[in-house]
């Protein structure tokens, strides 16, 4: 029942994304129709005037906690959702539980850049992070990236206003100290204006800061090719030319969806999660379930828990 | 001597802005060549080791520091730099000085929308702002636009991570509350993704988020429109469609150069201050030196002077 185009569109992709080893489980109201998958129960909604976080705390049969409640008992592999990221964190913190030695979850978004993908985390679950939690975005995403995309040694940027150490305000400044002193392959400050370029393997900040760039990174690249369009169309050579490009401009924009990653994983806690935007479609919801299909296979899970240094190591200082 | 092409385009730039009403004078050392210019020897440097705040507290003969007081002492309008942004705070608040009942100038940009521009402010002055801050770059971003861009009544919107009230930090959850409350035209939380299709008149934020949310704008601009050109000369069809689409393309991305503004107006200062990007072009230089011109003859500063009230009745509160 999370996102803004449930439940039909959740359910639509539930059905994409089924077989090849993948058996969605939907978790909604009785009045639901599965179209044939597995269906549970989970009778309650948010109401208008209620803050997500309470409605977590205070409604055991919402679709999202019922779904976390499955994964914590083991009996689903991962969950899934397009609800309020607040509501998911509360859910997941209650239900999944964090990660020995994690601090704060964190969302990891694969951002699509020329040299592969860049992990931008944290994007959007701790908006009032301290510096100590950027560390330790910064870990697991170096851990993620090393054992999940293969990545040797990870370079590890701090997203700031900056590429020079003094450039940031008091929260990335204490954080670049913590960075430069860890073992990581800390590589200094990123400018925003790099990230599409691959500014690094991990690009840490905290969540407000990570959920601000990605959507200007989105809203941009959207408005960017429409207004190409219109320019496009305003002549009849240009017209033309639009016809030959558009192969060309719809790889393009293949390869910069966000639906094509359709999610993104709340990475430190004890069972799989899976966040997909607000507005998914039944594609990006369907990629968010693969996501979270491979994310099993290949146990992100068990991967960072066995790696996670302790919160003393961490820090390193 | 400030940016990172200084002095050799802050001259040329200079040189394509002379004329039409606009003279320039250069601050630089003895040996420079101001190509017949009015030159105003300024001996100092920032030396690689020294914090610029730092150094224009100490050097008086800083170019960016005599600028600044020949604007104080009347014998030049405005300063232009393309220097460091907090050199430039710093040398402002000391030399130029604060309006009455301003707590911290701010860096207002205008994003070029479809809709006309959008300011944008603090881009990038004050990296840790208080919530009265934010409060207050409303109240300068609506004077500027209601006396300079002739919006009659200009919305404001407050940069946050959901449009909903109880998105954000805690930063824009309480500046939301007090400008909910001020007699501004506040319309709520934008995303950042609705930046470039042109969010409000006015979009308010902190400089660490103002200055990240830019860079991502312009950065991603420019990657996406040369992966789009990669991807259009791979293959021959492609090749003639971008020769056809060229104008188009090129209208476009005139239109979004951060050259094309060139610079942004420090505001809340007792003199104009326009700051340019550190990599400005002669282009950029020059379109930032007539961004002065016009400040001047539109009395930027006068107006805003006027109109700014007292910080008792700006919280309304």
């Given amino acids: 029942m999370g996102g803004d185009r449930a439940p039909a569109e959740i359910v639509a992709g539930a059905l994409l994304a089924a077989g090849s080893g993948i058996t969605p489980i939907l978790y909604g109201p009785a009045d639901l ?26 409604k055991p049969g919402l679709s999202l906690v019922a779904a976390c409640r499955a994964v914590a008992e083991g009996s689903a592999d991962a969950v899934v959702s397009a609800g309020n990221t ?16 994690v601090y704060r979850p964190a969302i990891a978004v694969p951002i699509p850049t020329a040299k592969g993908p860049s992990l931008l985390l944290d994007a959007g679950a701790n ?27 990870p370079e590890v940027r701090l997203l700031s206003i900056g590429e020079e150490p003094e450039k940031g305000n008091a929260l990335t400044l204490e954080a670049h100290a913590l960075l430069a002193a860890s073992d990581l392959h800390f ?91 607000g507005n998914s479609s039944r594609l990006a919801i369907a990629n968010a379930i693969r996501l979270a299909g491979r994310g099993v296979d290949r146990d992100v899970v068990g991967r960072l828990a066995a790696r996670m240094p302790e919160r003393r190591s961490v820090a390193a200082v």
Avoid: W
């Fill in 86 to 101: 607040g509501a998911m964190l509360v859910a997941g913190l209650i239900h999944l539980r964090r990660l020995p030695h």
């Fill in 187 to 277: 590589r200094g400050n990123a400018e925003s204006r790099e990230l599409l370029r691959g500014a690094a393997d991990v690009v840490v900040c905290d969540g407000f800061t990570g959920n601000i760039v990605l959507k200007a990174l989105e809203g941009t690249i959207e408005t960017l090719l429409d207004a190409l369009r219109t320019e496009i169309e305003a002549t009849p050579r240009g017209k033309l030319g639009g016809l030959l490009i558009r192969p060309a401009a719809r790889r393009l924009r293949t390869r910069l969806d966000p639906d094509t990653y359709g999610g993104a994983y709340l990475l430190g806690l004890r069972g799989l999660s899976v966040i997909a935007h």
């Fill in 33 to 58: 129709d599965p179209v044939g998958l597995e269906h549970v129960v989970a009778p309650d909604r948010i109401a208008m005037d209620e803050k997500p976080a309470d409605a977590v705390r205070a």
């Fill in 127 to 153: 908006v009032d992070a301290r510096a100590e939690h950027l560390l330790q975005f910064a870990v697991m995403g170096s851990i993620f990236a090393e054992e999940l995309l293969e990545i040797a040694r």
